[in-house]
């Protein structure tokens, strides 16, 4: 388990933030204390894979011991409207970043030095998911 931030950066870093990734998942875990993001991986390198869409590369960042969790889709009207016209596009996400100095995860500080983290997906619009977790792990499927 991730627990030092230095350390999470470090491992979202090593895939690239997950920028263009898409989310095909999220779930709860271990009697609800854990969340579950899987990403289809889109990078080969430096550049998006070939085989994008026909051979799914999954990467699950899973939050553990979770404290708070926000989603905002931030739908917008023509959304709301025609939803048969949403596709697979509206998951493409454009990071996942750890938030310093956060005040959604100050509440969940413990005097023992148990420090929670924030973590954010965020999108280019205001769509975005928040957690506050104890720790975190990646898990990447496909080297299984």
């Known amino acids: 388990m991730l627990t030092d931030p230095a350390a999470i950066r470090a491992a979202l870093a090593d895939y690239q933030n997950f920028g263009e990734c898409i989310i095909t998942d999220v779930g709860w875990a271990h009697y609800g204390t854990s969340i579950e993001v899987s990403f289809d991986y889109v990078w080969d ?3 998006i894979r070939d085989d994008l869409g ?4 999954i990467v699950v960042v899973r939050a553990l011991l979770v404290q708070e969790m ?6 917008n009207p023509s959304m709301l409207e025609h939803p048969e016209k949403l596709n697979w596009g509206l998951s493409e996400v454009a990071q996942v ?11 969940y500080s413990h005097p023992s030095g148990l420090q929670s983290h924030h973590l954010a997906i965020r999108w280019e619009a205001e769509r975005r998911i928040d957690m506050v977790a104890f720790g975190f792990e990646l898990d990447d499927l496909s080297t299984k």
Do not use: K, Q, W
Request: proline letters at 12%; hydrophobic letters at 30%.
């Open 54 to 57: 026909s051979r799914p590369h």
């Open 45 to 47: 390198g430096t550049r």
């Open 70 to 75: 926000h989603l905002s889709n931030a739908l």
């Open 97 to 107: 970043v750890p938030v310093e100095d956060s005040d959604m995860a100050r509440p």
